[in-house]
């Protein structure tokens, strides 16, 4: 007596829908591995301009703080220029010399982005922080009143420093339309590109001004 035969292999329709299946999975974890790592990325990019941000109003705050130490009273310390976008102070450094600190924006590398340059005496910018979109020095003066531009740099008792960071590379999912407000009521932007900012603002009491 004979016995019908079964197959257990798999027809050639079956076996084409099982890859048109495996491939749009594999295309749908792909698409969902790009877009993670993408994000992953962006968050990294924000995440260091915030400390680079940090780390230079915390390096800003620290020295001009210190504008006009002297503890001898014997040299004529204080403030030598003042401005909206760059501050110079003199001090009497930890070796007993006269140092004058600026503070100012320049392009360190001519990639035409910004960056916040520290220069001691007579030296070289040195940057203390890239990818700076703008920077503002906003004094309040021994009245209480506040400028961009003293006429009187001895009166300078607070000065307000606010610095505006940027991601370094743009976002190409992302257009920052937003206007950003400084003390002073200066407004920066809307830039209208694919770069992240975020806008950090600080007072500095001068201990050593008017004292």
């Not at 999975?25 to 400390?51: D, H, W």
């Not at 920052?176 to 003390?183: E, G, I, R, S, V």
Request: net charge neutral.
């Amino acid at each position: 007596m004979n016995k019908s035969s079964k197959s257990n292999g798999f027809t050639l329709v079956e076996l084409l829908v099982a890859m048109v299946i495996t491939g749009i999975v594999s295309a749908a974890i792909f698409s969902t591995f790009l877009f993670q790592q993408k994000s992953y990325l962006i968050q990294e990019q924000v995440a260091e301009m915030q400390q680079n941000l940090r780390a230079a109003m915390n390096m800003t705050v620290r020295d001009i703080r210190m504008a006009g130490y002297d503890p001898d009273r014997t040299s004529q310390t204080g403030f030598v220029a003042a401005t909206g976008n760059s501050t110079s102070y003199t001090l009497i450094s930890d070796n007993d010399t006269l140092k004058t600190i600026t503070y100012s924006l320049y392009d360190s590398s001519a990639d035409g982005d910004n960056d916040i340059g520290r220069k001691i005496d007579a030296g070289y910018n040195q940057p203390i922080a890239e990818n700076i979109e703008n920077m503002e020095f906003y004094y309040t003066l021994e009245d209480t009143t506040q400028t961009l531009i003293p006429a009187d740099l001895n009166n300078i008792r607070n000065v307000q420093i606010t610095i505006l960071a940027k991601t370094g590379r743009k976002d190409p999912k992302f257009k920052n339309t937003k206007q950003y407000t400084t003390p002073s009521g200066a407004n920066w932007g809307p830039y209208n590109d694919g770069f992240h900012r975020s806008l950090l603002s600080t007072t500095v009491k001068c201990r050593n001004m008017g004292s």
